[in-house]
T-cell receptor, first 113, second 114 residues
Framework: EAGVTQFPSHSVIEKGQTVTLRCDPI?????LYWYRRVMGKEIKFLLH????????ESGMPNNRFLAERTGGTYSTLKVQPAELEDSGVYFC???????????FGQGTRLTVV | AQSVTQLGSHVSVSEGALVLLRCNYS??????LFWYVQYPNQGLQLLLK??????LVKGINGFEAEFKKSETSFHLTKPSAHMSDAAEYFC????????????FGKGTSLLVTP
């Protein structure tokens, strides 16, 4: 069974540009989470989908970030326009509904220059 | 609100020695507790978890952790370190009322020396 897959693995963009990160969760997992780790800091929660609905987006930094989950399958996280402080590793995770732990993708390393 | 504190951002042990990584949590509701490991250039892998039931939980690669409510702790141990254990370890807490979103500690980098 495939795990959580994230694309791209690395992205380097200039300040002001737009970047879209994609996450394909484990098939059948209704819960999908996005997290971010800025260098030197802890991994921080961004938002939570249950199927196609945003359950909690309290961790989204600002309105430059837009997340979607089309049809309750894959998810995208768009940053527009990107700023220097958006650099970091973006992780996606998925889980079933039992709270028994989430499975993480390998992350997307975003560098804004 | 929930939070996790990991004591020691870097821990160094000799191969064959005991591994002890400390984690204390704060939670207003019964917590779900986790340890994740990240090897270089890889994603986060679940090592072990405590949700309910037995307070001593065993995970992969010989690791175990004990939930101690009175001490609000969930320390990770392994009797004998192996070179392949070198990685970054994250303690995390979640709860049902927050959709099981994870609150992570800052992580502890484990170095294993020959």
């Amino acid at each position: 069974e495939a795990g959580v897959t994230q694309f791209p693995s690395h992205s380097v963009i200039e300040k002001g540009q737009t970047v879209t990160l994609r996450c394909d969760p484990i098939s059948g997992h209704d819960n999908l989470y996005w997290y971010r780790r800025v260098m030197g800091k802890e991994i921080k929660f961004l938002l939570h989908f249950v199927k196609e609905s945003k359950q909690d987006e309290s961790g989204m930094p600002n309105n430059r970030f837009l997340a979607e989950r089309t049809g309750g399958t894959y998810s995208t996280l768009k940053v527009q326009p990107a700023e220097l402080e958006d650099s970091g590793v973006y992780f996606c995770a998925s889980s079933q509904t039992d709270g028994g732990g989430a499975f993480f993708g390998q992350g997307t390393r975003l560098t804004v220059v | 609100a929930q939070s996790v504190t990991q004591l020691g951002s870097h821990v160094s042990v000799s191969e064959g020695a005991l591994v002890l990584l400390r984690c204390n949590y704060s939670s207003s509701v019964p917590p779900y507790l986790f340890w994740y490991v990240q090897y270089p250039n890889q994603g986060l892998q679940l090592l072990l978890k405590y949700t309910t039931g037995a307070t001593l939980v065993k995970g992969i690669n010989g690791f175990e952790a004990e939930f101690k409510k009175s001490e609000t702790s969930f320390h990770l141990t392994k009797p004998s370190a192996h070179m392949s254990d070198a990685a970054e370890y994250f303690c995390a807490v979640s709860a049902s009322h927050s959709g099981y979103a994870l609150n992570f500690g800052k992580g502890t980098s484990l170095l294993v020396t020959p």
